[in-house]
């Protein structure tokens, strides 16, 4: 994979730090959103291959915090459905990954976040068990190149129309599972977690306490005037990206 380690400046440490929590504030307190715009700047400070699996595991803390509390309203059947098509999806994305050109990641990384952000929101449907592992594939092969598939995994688990206990539950052990793979895959691949365990710790940290903030003030703010700015914000995020790969 080349090299993974760099030394992060104390400035750009306090944003990581800082954006953690905000983009967890985020999802706590609208719904989804926040896994997105944290890829978004964290790709505009590290390397697109530390990007990717560190990004993983702080997400892996943060769902893994929500799985474990909501643990009595998994859907276990589903769950292991979807654990198979992932891990499929993982094993070939391991196979892909070990060559990957640098600006070919920031550049998927850019269009991913548009589409999620522009493109129209799926019709419900029901998903049948082989189409979630399909899901289950599909995502966690577009996770380990792009980063952040929440958006995906959200809309499969939204057309389920459990009530909001088991949605949470569901989406949470989900991407848990599917954040575990990732950071085995990149391991397994080189990737040194150890010398990133600090800012993934305090990442993670930062983003429990943007949680619990967030779900005491869910509802409480205007979800609709809040989302037109989160668009505008990642799109400009997005844009940047593009911009250094066309500027090289």
């Known amino acids: 994979m080349g090299a993974t380690t760099l030394v992060l400046s104390s400035f750009d440490l306090g944003l990581l730090i800082i954006s953690s929590g905000i983009t967890s504030f985020i999802t706590a307190a609208v719904g989804i959103g926040g896994g997105v715009m944290l890829l978004a700047i964290m790709a505009s400070i590290l390397p697109p291959m530390v990007l990717i699996p560190v990004h993983g595991m702080v997400q892996l803390g943060s769902n893994a915090n929500r799985a474990f509390v909501t643990r009595h309203h998994i859907h276990w059947p589903m769950l292991i459905r979807f654990a198979i098509g992932a891990s499929a999806g993982a094993l070939l994305a391991s ?105 993934i710790l305090l990442m993670i940290l930062s983003g429990a306490v943007g949680t619990w903030l967030g779900l005491k003030l869910l509802n409480k703010i205007p979800a609709q005037r809040f989302n037109q700015i989160f668009k505008w914000m990642v799109t400009l995020l997005a844009l940047r990206l593009i911009w250094q790969v066309l500027a090289v």
């Open 95 to 199: 196979q892909v990954l070990v060559e990957l050109p640098v600006d070919t990641i920031r550049l998927a990384v850019a269009c991913f976040i548009l589409l999620v952000v522009w493109a129209p929101k799926p019709k419900q449907v029901t998903v049948s068990h082989t189409g979630t592992l399909l899901v289950g594939f599909a995502t966690t092969l577009i996770s380990m190149f792009v980063g952040a598939s929440g958006p995906l995994v959200a809309a499969f688990i939204h057309r389920m129309g459990h009530d909001k206990l088991a949605t949470t539950a569901a989406f949470a052990s989900c991407m848990s599972f599917q954040h575990i793979l990732k950071a085995a895959v990149f391991g397994a691949l080189g990737f040194a977690f150890a010398d990133w365990w600090q800012p």
